[in-house]
C-alpha cells in the first residue's frame, strides 16, 4: 500500500499546478526522531472523523454491504461502541458539539444554514493548547469562521470538493490540489505528521474528511467497483410512515427527491436544473483526460437508464442501487487512506502511544424508510460510528455498550491528556470505558434537539430522549406531534406508540426524563414553546 504520496501537486489560486512549496512528495523513509525517551509521555490523539459515514456501511458494524478492513483493524485492537449517538445530526452542529463538549444550545451552533462558531469560546482543541498539546485539523471544517485553537489547519472552503480540492491556507490563500480529497487529505495529514509537527511534544490531529457526503463522486480507479453487486433493499424500503406525519413530510425520499442528474449521474446534455449546473461544475473541476475517462463509464449506463424508461418501483430500486453503489465506492477509498494512517503510524512506532478514533458526523439513511440524508432522531442517524485503536496502559477490548455521545469527546481527549475537564462541558469522559471499567452510575439516557427547519430536506424541529429501551420524540414548530418507540420490539421505529393504551407509564417516565435532561443541560426549549402558547 502507498504509505507516502508521490507528489502532492497544489498551487495558488490563480497559478499553474506545481509541486507544492512543502512538497509532501519524497518523504524521507526513515524514522523521525520519535524514541521512547523523546516522546512525550502523554498519549497523542489521531481523530479521523467523516461526513455521512453510516454503521451500515462498515463492515465491524454491519456484514450485509460491503467489507471495510481498514475501518475493522481499528476495532480489532480497540473498541468498538455499540451505542454512540450525536447530539443534534448534521454537520456543523455536530462538529460544535464535538469540539465544546457542549450540546447546541450551548455552543450556539445549531444550524448549518444560519449559525456561525464563535470561535472564541471554550474548546477542546484550545484547552489541549494550553496542557502542552500541539494541534492540527486537516479538512473539512464546516463551521462558517476561521478555525481556533490549532497550531495548523488546512480546510476546505464549505463542503469542499471531491476533485481537485481547494484548500483555504492560515494566511487566507487557497491552494488547489491536484487528485481527489480523499487521498490529499490524508496526504496533508502525514505530511504534517512527518514534517511539521514537534517530535517533542504530544499531538493531537483531526483528520477531517468530506467524504461520504452527497453527491458520492467516486475516485476514478473505483468507478468500475461494486458494479456487478446487488444490494439488498432494507424491510421498510417502502414506509408509508403511517402515524409519522413528520417522517411523512421529509423531502429525503430516494423515490422523490434523489435528482437523477446531480446523485445518479445520468447527465444527458440538454437537462438543465440548478442541480445539474451544480453537477457539471463538479466534474467540471476534473482535466480533459479524467473527464473523458469519468464520461466513458457513465455513459453506457446512462444511455441504457433513458432507453428503459423505468417508473414506480422499478424506478426507485435502480436508484437504490445506484446511490448504494457509488457510496460505496466513496467509502472504498476511505478505508483505504484510513489504512494509510494506520500504517504510518505503525510504521513510525507510534501506535503503542497512540489513541485512534474513527467516527463520523453522523449517521445516515441507506434506504431505511426509503430514505438518503440524516437529521432525524431516528437509530440511523442519531447513530454515528465510533471504534478506537487503544493505545498500550487502555485495556478494553470488544464491545462497549453504554450510551455515549458525541458531547463526550471533548472530555475524553482531555481526560487522556491528563487536562481538566470544565465543568460547564455537558459530556462525560469515556476514559473509564476505554481502561475497562463499568461505571455503575454511567447515564441511562440522551438528549437530543434538531433545529434546522425549513430547511433543504424539510426534517421538522424536533428533540427528544433515548433510554437503552426507548425513544420519545417531540416534532415542534410547524407541527406538535409527539413519537414513542420501543426499540427492543421496533427497532426500525415503524410503530409510533404515543397514546397507546398500555403505554401511560413508560410515557410519563420518559417525558419526566426528558424534562430532568433540558433542566440538566439548560436547554430553554420548554420555556420558548410554553410562551408561544
Ligand atoms: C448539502 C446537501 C444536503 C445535505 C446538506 C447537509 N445538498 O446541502 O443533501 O443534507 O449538505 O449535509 S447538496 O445538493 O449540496 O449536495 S452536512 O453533512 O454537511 O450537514
Ligand atoms: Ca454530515
Request: with cysteine.
Amino acid at each position: 500500500m502507498r504509505l507516502f504520496p508521490q507528489t502532492l501537486l497544489c498551487s495558488l489560486a490563480g497559478t499553474a499546478l506545481a509541486p507544492a512549496a512543502n512538497a509532501v512528495g519524497t518523504l524521507p523513509e526513515a524514522p523521525i526522531n520519535d524514541s521512547a525517551s523523546n516522546r512525550a509521555q502523554r498519549y497523542n490523539i489521531v481523530y479521523i472523523m467523516t461526513d455521512d459515514h453510516t454503521m451500515q456501511m462498515m463492515s465491524c458494524y454491519d456484514r450485509r454491504h460491503i467489507e471495510t478492513p481498514n475501518l475493522d483493524r481499528i476495532a480489532a485492537d480497540g473498541v468498538r461502541f455499540v451505542n454512540s449517538f450525536v447530539a443534534n445530526s448534521i454537520s456543523g452542529p455536530s462538529r460544535a458539539c464535538m469540539l465544546t463538549g457542549k450540546h447546541s444550545h450551548a455552543n450556539g451552533f445549531v444550524s448549518n444554514e444560519t449559525s456561525v462558531f464563535d470561535g472564541e469560546q471554550q474548546t477542546m482543541p484550545k484547552l489541549l493548547q494550553q496542557a502542552g498539546y500541539q494541534t492540527a485539523l486537516i479538512g473539512k471544517w464546516h463551521l462558517n469562521s476561521t478555525p481556533t485553537g490549532f497550531d495548523y489547519w488546512k480546510i476546505l472552503p464549505g463542503q469542499g470538493d471531491y476533485y481537485n480540492p481547494t484548500f483555504i491556507q492560515m494566511d487566507n490563500s487557497r491552494i488547489t490540489c491536484k487528485g481527489y480529497v480523499t487521498n490529499i487529505v490524508t496526504d496533508l495529514s502525514i505530511d504534517w505528521l512527518e514534517n511539521k509537527r514537534d517530535p517533542q511534544k504530544p499531538f493531537c490531529i483531526f483528520i477531517h474528511h468530506k467524504a461520504v457526503h452527497r453527491d458520492w463522486l467516486p475516485e476514478l480507479k473505483y468507478l468500475p467497483l461494486y458494479e456487478d453487486k446487488t444490494f439488498n433493499l432494507p424491510d421498510n424500503f417502502y414506509d408509508n410512515y403511517d402515524g409519522r406525519p413528520a417522517a411523512a413530510a421529509q423531502e429525503m425520499g430516494i423515490l422523490k427527491d434523489m435528482d437523477i442528474v446531480y446523485d445518479t449521474k445520468m447527465h444527458l446534455p440538454d437537462s438543465n436544473t440548478p442541480l445539474t449546473a451544480t453537477y457539471r461544475a463538479l466534474i467540471g473541476r476534473l482535466d480533459t483526460e479524467d473527464r473523458k475517462r469519468y464520461e466513458d463509464f457513465y455513459r453506457p449506463i446512462t444511455e441504457d437508464f433513458y432507453r428503459r424508461n423505468l417508473k414506480g418501483k422499478e424506478l426507485a430500486e435502480w436508484k437504490y442501487q445506484r446511490y448504494m453503489r457509488d457510496y460505496a465506492k466513496v467509502v472504498k477509498s476511505l478505508d483505504d487512506n484510513v489504512g494509510r494512517v494506520l500504517d504510518y503510524l505503525e510504521k513510525k512506532g507510534l501506535l503503542d502511544n497512540t489513541l485512534v478514533v474513527y467516527t463520523s458526523d453522523q449517521g445516515f439513511y441507506m434506504g431505511e424508510h426509503g430514505w438518503f440524508d440524516k437529521r432525524f432522531m431516528y437509530e440511523e442517524s442519531m447513530s454515528t460510528p465510533l471504534v478506537m485503536r487503544l493505545p498500550q496502559g487502555l485495556k478494553a477490548r470488544g464491545d462497549i455498550r453504554q450510551l455515549v455521545q458525541n458531547i463526550d469527546y471533548a472530555p475524553t481527549f482531555l481526560d487522556l491528556a491528563g487536562a481538566p475537564i470544565p465543568a460547564d462541558m455537558h459530556g462525560v469522559s469515556l476514559l473509564p470505558l476505554l481502561r475497562g471499567e463499568q461505571p455503575a452510575d454511567w447515564r441511562k439516557s440522551l438528549y437530543y434537539h434538531f433545529y434546522e427547519y425549513p430547511a433543504e430536506h424539510m426534517v421538522k424541529r424536533h428533540y427528544g430522549v433515548r433510554t437503552e429501551r426507548y425513544k420519545l420524540i417531540h416534532f415542534y414548530n410547524d407541527i406538535d406531534v409527539w413519537e414513542l418507540y420501543d426499540l427492543e420490539n421496533d427497532p426500525h421505529e415503524m410503530h409510533n406508540l404515543y397514546g397507546a393504551p398500555g403505554y401511560e407509564q413508560v410515557t410519563a417516565d420518559l417525558l419526566q426524563e426528558l424534562h430532568r435532561l433540558q433542566e440538566q443541560y439548560a436547554d430553554p426549549i420548554e420555556a420558548e414553546l410554553q410562551g408561544k402558547h
